[in-house]
């Protein structure tokens, strides 16, 4: 039976670099994907072209081509991204540029468009999950991207892509376009389709699926976690799928491993929305054929909405936060104290909070106030800060206010930080998939 080898080289945006160049030289693959836009991601690279059009693409997607660009041409392995976050344009220019500069200027690079929909949002009535008029965001609206499918990725697969970068799409379309692709699979073949988005999803978070964000000392005991191995999938032209990795390399892909990873951001496990199958996981059964080998059947799916999700970045407000340390006998009672000031001096100096927090590291920071005669007195307590305003300026006197304590708090204060920075914030609404058109560009030396 054909079958296609597709590894996941980064499950985020800052992922690390090493295990894809593993996957590239070590893994056998046909294709090799790079997964790196988180919800809130691309609202920050819509403001990153704002300020400069030549930017706005993943800022790790250079040094991501400089090290596997080589190695995927020279064993015939695609490369498919979503690197491209708010402009993808660009990212296949840098990445052109790239290749020329390592003598691939052969390779053929594909760009998508088409899922920038803020116009569409500007002009139309949308309510957002919150149940408000998009339009009602004004000037503060900063991007709103549809989440495409895997067509477009097809098609560009189908005109010789080597390579295909694009914005915002769906994740597991990242993997479930190659198998469509070589194995001819139809769209509305929902069994497949189901199969293909679970190896997609299953890749999609790289590291996660060998034990990654999975260990617990003790309980769940992770092999060789620095240098963690990322996952690869190998699907069968029938649509089954085996999840492994690079022998050799950190961490293990068990059961355990794969149950996590399935069940990880998915709602509801029998009605998955995508934008090409409403894939049904309910049924799922994983046997570990090998060490580090798990394969998965059971996957189906339904015929999907018609809508697509778009992911609208606004700015929320600002945020400013103060931390200063106390240690040493009273080290609780001086940083109650210094919260107190604090709280008295917002009060005192008219700071705008719209929201605020205080948290005393290691005593209620996570779990609340805790009074019983087994809590012992720490050592040490950090202070934290920090609260919500509609200015910046006003964000900044949070952190300045904590950093008086040094002279105007309580003895031994040390260790203090200030910062205060906007929040981006994300909302979602639903749009007709009919008003999205994907644009396939090839960039051209």
Same mark, same amino acid.
């Given at each position: 039976?054909?079958?296609?080898?597709?590894?996941?080289?980064?499950?985020?945006?800052?992922?690390?670099?090493?295990?894809?160049?593993?996957?590239?030289?070590?893994?056998?693959?046909?294709?090799?994907?790079?997964?790196?836009?988180?919800?809130?991601?691309?609202?920050?690279?819509?403001?990153?072209?704002?300020?400069? &059009?030549?930017?706005?693409?993943?800022?790790?997607?250079?040094?991501?081509?400089?090290?596997?660009?080589? &190695?995927?041409?020279? *064993?015939?392995?695609?490369?498919?991204?979503?690197?491209?976050?708010?402009?993808?344009?660009?990212?296949?220019?840098?990445?052109?540029?790239?290749?020329?500069?390592?003598?691939?200027?052969?390779?053929?690079?594909?760009?998508?468009?088409?899922?920038?929909?803020?116009?569409?949002?500007?002009?139309?009535?949308?309510?957002?999950?919150?149940?408000?008029?998009?339009?009602?965001?004004?000037?503060?609206?900063?991007?709103?991207?549809?989440?495409?499918?895997?067509?477009?990725?097809?098609?560009?697969?189908?005109?010789?892509?080597?390579?295909?970068?694009?914005?915002?799409?769906?994740?597991?379309?990242?993997?479930?376009?190659?198998?469509?692709?070589?194995?001819?699979?139809?769209?509305?073949?929902?069994?497949?389709?189901?199969?293909?988005?679970?190896?997609?999803?299953?890749?999609?978070?790289?590291?996660?699926?060998?034990?990654?964000?999975?260990?617990?000392?003790?309980?769940?005991?992770?092999?060789?976690?620095?240098?963690?191995?990322?996952?690869?999938?190998?699907?069968?032209?029938?649509?089954?799928?085996?999840?492994?990795?690079?022998?050799?390399?950190?961490?293990?892909?068990?059961?355990?491993?794969?149950?996590?990873?399935?069940?990880?951001?998915?709602?509801?496990?029998?009605?998955?929305?995508?934008?090409?199958?409403?894939?049904?996981?309910?049924?799922?059964?994983?046997?570990?054929?090998?060490?580090?080998?798990?394969?998965?059947?059971?996957?189906?799916?339904?015929?999907?909405?018609?809508?697509?999700?778009?992911?609208?970045?606004?700015?929320?407000?600002?945020?400013?936060?103060?931390?200063?340390?106390?240690?040493?006998?009273?080290?609780?009672?001086?940083?109650?104290?210094? %919260?107190?000031?604090?709280?008295?001096?917002?009060?005192?100096?008219?700071?705008?909070?719209?929201?605020? *927090?205080?948290?005393?590291?290691?005593?209620?920071?996570?779990?609340?106030?805790?009074?019983?005669?087994?809590?012992?007195?720490?050592?040490?307590?950090?202070? *934290?800060?920090?609260?919500?305003?509609?200015?910046? %300026?006003?964000?900044?006197?949070?952190?300045?206010?904590?950093?008086?304590?040094?002279?105007?708090?309580?003895?031994?204060?040390?260790?203090?930080?200030?910062?205060?920075?906007?929040?981006?914030?994300?909302?979602?609404?639903?749009? &007709?998939?009919? %008003?999205?058109?994907?644009?396939?560009?090839?960039?051209?030396?």
């Amino acid at each position: 039976m054909k079958t296609l080898r597709i590894g996941c080289g980064a499950g985020y945006s800052g992922d690390r670099i090493e295990p894809a160049l593993e996957l590239a030289e070590h893994g056998d693959l046909d294709y090799l994907v790079f997964e790196c836009l988180a919800e809130r991601t691309i609202a920050l690279a819509q403001q990153a072209r704002m300020k400069d &059009p030549a930017l706005g693409y993943d800022p790790l997607l250079e040094a991501r081509m400089l090290a596997v660009l080589k &190695p995927c041409a020279d *064993r015939g392995i695609k490369i498919i991204t979503n690197m491209g976050a708010a402009n993808p344009l660009a990212a296949a220019a840098k990445t052109r540029q790239i290749a020329v500069s390592l003598g691939l200027g052969h390779l053929k690079i594909a760009a998508i468009t088409g899922d920038d929909v803020l116009e569409q949002l500007r002009q139309g009535d949308y309510l957002d999950d919150t149940g408000e008029p998009v339009a009602a965001l004004g000037s503060r609206l900063l991007s709103a991207n549809a989440y495409l499918g895997a067509q477009p990725l097809v098609d560009a697969l189908a005109q010789g892509a080597d390579i295909v970068i694009t914005g915002r799409i769906a994740d597991p379309a990242l993997v479930l376009a190659p198998a469509i692709h070589a194995f001819g699979w139809a769209m509305g073949d929902w069994q497949r389709l189901g199969q293909g988005t679970l190896a997609g999803h299953l890749l999609e978070c790289a590291g996660q699926v060998c034990g990654g964000y999975f260990a617990d000392p003790g309980v769940k005991d992770v092999p060789s976690l620095a240098r963690l191995g990322f996952p690869l999938a190998v699907i069968g032209e029938d649509g089954s799928v085996e999840i492994t990795k690079v022998a050799g390399s950190g961490g293990y892909v068990t059961r355990a491993t794969c149950t996590e990873q399935l069940l990880y951001e998915i709602h509801d496990p029998a009605a998955y929305q995508t934008p090409d199958v409403v894939a049904d996981f309910s049924a799922v059964t994983m046997t570990e054929c090998a060490p580090d080998r798990v394969s998965l059947h059971g996957a189906s799916g339904h015929p999907c909405s018609g809508l697509l999700k778009v992911s609208i970045g606004y700015i929320d407000s600002y945020i400013g936060e103060g931390q200063i340390s106390y240690a040493g006998p009273g080290a609780l009672a001086r940083a109650r104290l210094a %919260q107190a000031i604090v709280a008295e001096r917002f009060a005192l100096t008219g700071v705008a909070l719209t929201e605020v *927090r205080y948290d005393l590291i290691g005593v209620n920071a996570l779990h609340g106030e805790r009074d019983g005669p087994d809590e012992a007195e720490p050592r040490e307590v950090r202070l *934290r800060v920090i609260g919500r305003t509609a200015s910046l %300026q006003q964000a900044i006197r949070i952190g300045n206010e904590v950093e008086t304590l040094y002279t105007c708090g309580p003895a031994g204060g040390g260790g203090a930080t200030r910062s205060a920075r906007e929040v981006i914030a994300i909302r979602s609404t639903l749009l &007709p998939a009919a %008003q999205v058109s994907p644009v396939i560009h090839f960039e051209e030396i």
